[in-house]
């Protein structure tokens, strides 16, 4: 991805560094050549060139761009689950996804990372925003999901004779569990993403208490995975299931529904992120009854909402890291809506506003493994950078309107924001 050249100057905004601390009133944010070259009050800044770009914030705030840690680039915004895999031929799901990614930069998050994908369409993508053929976040791809034969992702009836394998690669045993990942390091994934747990989407055979994938599935895939470099998350819910991803040596969970104890003691002994994905459950048990939802669905996503709600605050107060993200991409929960992730854990599950920024910036920065770079605004670092109209340390519901961007910039270039449309 191409970053600027000359210098690009930022000031008259509260700064948010993205490490959690005091804002910076009156701050002021120096980059040369896309990368950071200052960070701190407008009184002390260095001396620029007479023709440095220059944006105002007015007032508002600047701060690092958001990592959509859950991102689901594929989905289309479906009225059905089933959807996801056959409504439509891989080269207009390919066209809605380059959609998705600029529309997830214009709000905000300029990098993400994949939480699976139709066949390969994210790693594909990844390139070509990459090669600023489209715009789009510095994107983590996942390729194709493993799941256990008879798991919450195996729903097409065999009668049908079309499979899964647009979405899903089904496994019995260690062995094929290997040869999926195998086929996953071919096709240039980054980020092994598995099943071990049922969902409350599927009641009557793979509720959010069912394991999808035996310990033996998942040790066999984190050995593989890892041997090639790879890394390993999972959908998590119940909490076996989490048990046996971190003991499989998982580098990432998703959900972390359902934590006891030891759970928890297993996850904060390796320091391994959470992304809890949780807005999704109350936009469900919100819309669930107009759009014709089973009642079973829609309790099993009232508990998932409760039990996601109390993990997330376990693991914030024992020291553990939460990434922010979402699954976005469907008819209830559309693209467009990640930053109500943000909002939901301030207003819904009680955290302050700039632990949730920190988690949405520099700990998605971590996970993506790329928070030298990423994450924080400081010196040395990409210049990926954004300027909101607002207060978002008092009112990060800011950032769900993306209208309040004056500049959503990506290596010092101006990519999105009212800025851009100015041009
Ligand atoms: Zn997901």
Redesign the pocket.
């Known amino acids: 991805m191409k970053t600027a050249t000359g210098t690009l100057v930022i000031s008259n905004g509260r700064l948010l560094d993205g490490n959690g601390g005091t804002p910076c009133d009156h701050g002021c944010l120096v980059a040369t050549d896309g990368l950071i070259t200052y960070v701190g009050s407008a009184e002390a800044a260095p001396p620029v060139p007479a023709d440095a770009v220059r944006i105002d914030a007015g007032g508002g705030t600047i701060m690092p761009g958001l990592v959509e840690a859950?991102f689901?680039p594929t989905y289309f915004n479906v009225a059905a689950l089933e959807d996801l895999d056959i409504k439509y031929p891989v080269e207009y799901v390919t066209l809605l996804a380059a959609c998705n990614a600029k529309l997830a930069l214009e709000c905000g998050y300029t990098s993400a990372r994949s939480?699976?994908s139709l066949f390969n369409i994210d790693v594909w993508l990844k390139k070509a925003i990459e090669n600023d053929l489209v715009p789009g976040p510095r994107l983590a791809a996942s390729g194709r999901e493993i799941c256990g034969v008879g798991g919450l992702m195996d729903w097409n009836p065999d009668f049908r004779k079309i499979g899964m394998d647009g979405l899903v690669l089904l496994v019995n045993g260690p062995d094929e569990a290997r040869s999926a990942v195998r086929k996953l390091v071919k096709d240039g994934v980054e980020w092994v993403k598995t099943y071990p747990t049922g969902d409350a989407a599927a009641p009557d055979v793979n509720d959010h208490h069912t394991l999808c994938m035996t310990f033996e599935e998942m040790h066999a895939v984190v050995q593989t995975a890892h041997n090639h470099s790879m890394k390993v998350t999972g959908?998590c819910r119940a909490t076996e299931g989490i048990k046996n991803a971190l003991r499989a040596g998982y580098d990432a969970i998703?959900h972390g529904t359902f934590m006891d104890d030891e759970a928890l003691d297993l996850l904060l002994a390796r320091d391994v992120p959470v992304v809890p994905?949780l807005y999704f459950e109350k936009a469900s048990v919100e819309h669930g009854p107009a759009i014709g939802m089973p009642q079973a669905v829609i309790d099993g996503h009232q508990e998932t909402l409760e039990g996601g709600a109390e993990s997330a605050r376990k693991i914030l107060a024992a020291g553990g890291r939460l990434g922010m993200g979402g699954?976005y991409g469907f008819a209830w929960n559309p693209h467009g809506d990640y930053a109500k992730e943000l909002a939901f854990f301030v207003d819904y599950v009680g955290l302050a506003p700039l632990t949730v920024l920190t988690c949405a910036t520099r700990t998605g920065a971590e996970i993506l493994d790329r928070s030298h770079e990423i994450g924080t605004l400081e010196v040395g670092k990409l210049a990926d950078v954004l300027v909101v109209d607002g207060d978002v340390a008092t009112s990060i519901d800011l950032l769900t309107d993306r209208n309040t961007f004056i500049a959503v910039v990506q290596g010092g270039i101006v990519k999105a924001g009212r800025l851009a449309t100015a041009r």
Do not use: L, N, R, V
Request: charged fraction near 25%.
């Open positions: 859950h689901h939480g699976g959908h998703e994905a699954d």
